[in-house]
């Protein structure tokens, strides 16, 4: 049973860039989480999202961040004109079910923009 | 605001020796405590406690969460080298969308 699957692991971009960021869940599971981790920082919650809805976006920027979960194919994070502010780790987790259910990480996204 | 402060910041130690990372928090309508190990890729699940009083164990890692005093600790035992890493406390509060909120983490370095 495979793990979170993130791709790429590693992805440099150049300011006003886009850069987007795939999360795949583990087998079974329906909800994903995105955290982001600056350096010397803890993580971050981003946003919470099931298949095709996004539940909670409190802990994302309201400009250049999006991110979804289709019915088909993996959850991706997109940042759009990345700024050298955006360079950080991007970590997704995902659970089976609502409540008590523990997160599972992914290995993480390293952004650096140039 | 949810808020989770992890003590020590970072914590040097030889190997055989018994640390204790502390973790207190604030948060509303609190339901569950996770630690979390991290090293150059995805935090890895340790423990998550919702009951006080209660000890897990895992090994040489044990932990327990105090609800009345808001905090918990992880004890890590007979310290090896490959304990070396961050170790992430965070919480998760009901009746919200299951976000955690971490801490900044210990930073725990075991030489030989």
């Known amino acids: 049973n495979a793990g979170v699957m993130q791709n790429p692991r590693h992805l440099v971009r150049r300011r006003g860039q886009e850069a987007r960021l795939r999360c795949s869940p583990m087998?079974?599971?329906?909800?994903v989480y995105w955290y982001r981790q600056l350096p010397e920082e803890g993580l971050k919650f981003m946003v919470y999202?099931?298949?095709?809805?996004?539940?909670?976006e409190s802990g994302m920027p309201k400009e250049r961040f999006s991110a979804e979960f289709p019915k088909e194919g993996p959850s991706i994070l997109r940042i759009q004109q990345v700024v050298r502010g955006d360079s950080a780790a991007y970590f997704c987790?995902?659970?089976?079910?609502?409540?008590?259910?523990?997160?599972?990480f992914g290995p993480g996204t390293r952004l650096t923009v140039l | 605001e949810d808020k989770v402060v992890q003590s020590p910041l970072s914590l040097v130690v030889h190997e055989g020796d018994t640390v204790t990372l502390n973790c207190s928090y604030e948060?509303?309508?609190?339901?569950?405590l996770l630690w979390y190990k991290q090293e150059k890729k995805a935090p890895t699940f340790l423990f998550m406690l919702?009951?006080?009083?209660i000890e897990k164990k895992s090994g040489r890692l044990s932990s327990i969460l105090d609800k009345k005093e808001l905090f918990s600790i992880l004890n890590i035992t007979a310290t090896q080298t490959g304990d070396s890493a961050v170790y992430l406390c965070?919480?998760?509060?009901?009746?919200?969308?299951?976000?955690?909120?971490f801490g900044k983490g210990t930073k725990l370095t075991v030489n030989p």
């Open positions: 087998k079974g599971h329906s909800h």
């Open positions: 987790a995902s659970s089976p079910r609502l409540a008590s259910d523990t997160q599972y």
């Open positions: 999202l099931q298949k095709e809805n996004i539940i909670d």
């Open positions: 919702t009951s006080s009083g």
């Open positions: 965070a919480v998760e509060a009901q009746g919200g969308s299951e976000k955690l909120v």
């Open positions: 948060v509303t309508n609190f339901r569950s």
